[in-house]
């Protein structure tokens, strides 16, 4: 069982994050992996703990602070990190992504075959969602989304997901991109020897080049899209009354006032 | 003209409030076509896709349900289309992943709103666990935009016309995703939690009693939502969790009951029109993201709300 793993470094859902010129500022002491990627890396532990062999492989594309989340990763258990920087990537859109995140899968892949890629089903920054499946395009592989279990077994993925109005159990054959969600299982933490040996660990660092990826068709030059104005939202004025026995007429009188209730 | 395709969200054979709203928006930028996947719409479908500004409506049978097939299911109808306005959830924006692979078109997802600038579809939408809004261009010559449910007011056109049927000549891809099993889950009554103009939220506060909460949710025409803190204890069904991986609402009014407002819940409600929130404890973090607040009990709090709009209203 051979399983690579994406993760993505995020900031910190409670730090204060700002945008420069259009994009995301990023920095290294205010943000860690993204926290569903960690049922990710567990999802592939699990499997190939299971199997009894094998191995997971954590990637991460990104500026230099984006080692971070390769290293969390490595503190949970994975054994290989591998983070794909280049300053060409940087402004890539969701689509520019997956083509460097596929490059390094495929060449993962050709070193020796992989069962599956395993993904967060979201970037708690972003939460578009949609690199998985953009991934599994590029590669041409099967795509599993929104897993809330996951088995594998005869060289077939089977995953159940609740979506709002079904639950429905897909399959698909391997290799095969699969986003699980944070239902599918509690991450573990790492324990003090494994953070001791992350911090140590050497992670490959590869560029485009490494890739044989066309600078010209990643980054901001080649994205479909273009922020033009970033602004913090207005904050509200919050209103708050004690209850001191008036508490819900208060607030029926509030709904009722703003035409709400 | 610039051509606008709307894909048509349905509840069985009804069309799904969001779309009604995507159409009205549909209509500020251009002539309207709405695509429906699978089956043949009924007369009184087609009808409100029309007075809602769809001058054709384009049937693509067989229904599929892998992604990738609908997504070619959907490529098919929307051909010429130059925007292609969807209603944002899991489902579509891996749909609209893969159409916009396939054609190049540039992409934004849970957008709030759309306007054509200069030739180009340029969005609104909150990132950030909607602390931020952000403005965005689409560069490219085609668009698609995933709207957020009640981010548009859905208006009739007061001189619809019923719009032409046409069938799109479609043959389903082999996919390697195969769905070998579906139940469905049955709706709770009311209306879906994302499309919903009022949310009663409870959480670890109402101990796992809902009364209060479905009572006050029924009032306001709204659907009941639930913290993961409440879905986790089993007090209820995991297809009412909002939050960042559960449902994202943003309806016109949000009540969190017995909810402390947790980051991943704030995340997915924070760009509710107007926030209210009842918390004994006066620190919880859903006060500082609310416009009314009462710190006390909710089982003292709701019943006399309660009370007090039913008053108001005979």
Known sequence: MRVLVTVKFTPDLQSHRTFTDGAVTRTADDGSMNELDENAVEAALQLVEAAGQGEVIALTVGGPDAVAAVRKALQLGVGRGIHVSDEAIAGSDVFGTARVVAAAVRRIHEEEPLDLVITGMAALDGLTSMLPTALAVELDWAQLTLASSLTVGDGVATIERHLPDAHETLQAPLPAVVSVTDEANKPRYPNFKMIMAARTAVIEKWSLADLGVDPASVGTAASRTAVLTAEPRPARTPQIVTDTGEGGRLLADFLIERGLA | ?314
């Open chain 2, 1 to 314: 003209m610039t051509r606008v395709a709307v894909l048509v969200e349905r509840h069985g054979e009804a069309v799904a409030a969001p779309t009604l709203e995507t159409l009205t928006l549909a209509r500020s930028l251009g002539d309207v076509v709405a695509v429906w996947l699978g089956g043949e719409p009924s007369a009184a479908a087609v009808a409100s896709l029309g007075s809602h500004g769809a001058s054709e409506v384009r049937v693509v049978e067989p229904q599929v349900r892998a992604a990738a097939a609908a997504a070619a299911a959907l490529g098919a109808a929307t051909a010429d289309a130059d925007v292609l306005l969807v209603t944002s959830t899991f489902v579509n924006k891996e749909i609209v992943t893969r159409l916009a692979l396939a054609t190049g078109a540039g992409v934004v997802v849970d957008a709030a709103g759309a306007a054509l600038v200069d030739g180009h579809v340029e969005t609104e939408q909150t990132v950030f666990a909607a602390t931020w809004n952000v403005r965005t261009r689409i560069t490219t010559e085609r668009a698609i935009v995933a709207l957020r449910p009640n981010t548009t007011q859905a208006v009739a056109m007061p001189d619809a016309v019923v719009p032409s049927l046409v069938t799109v000549a479609f043959e389903p891809p082999t996919t390697r995703e195969a769905v070998v099993a579906v139940e469905a889950v049955e709706a709770s009554g009311g209306v879906p939690l994302a499309e919903a103009s009022v949310v009663v939220s409870g959480g670890r506060g109402t101990g796992g009693d809902y009364a209060l909460i479905r009572e006050l949710a029924e009032l306001l025409g709204g659907a009941v939502g639930a913290s993961r803190d409440a879905t986790d204890e089993g007090w209820i069904s995991h297809e009412h969790m909002v939050g960042q991986t559960g449902t994202t609402v943003t309806p016109r009014l949000y009540v969190a009951a017995g909810i402390s407002g947790a980051v991943h819940h704030r995340g997915g409600m924070q760009a509710s029109g107007t926030i209210v929130a009842v918390n004994l404890d006066p620190d919880a973090p859903i006060f500082e993201i609310s416009d009314f607040g009462v710190v006390g009990s909710l089982f003292d709090v709701l019943p006399q709300a309660i009370a007090r709009i039913r008053e108001a209203r005979a």
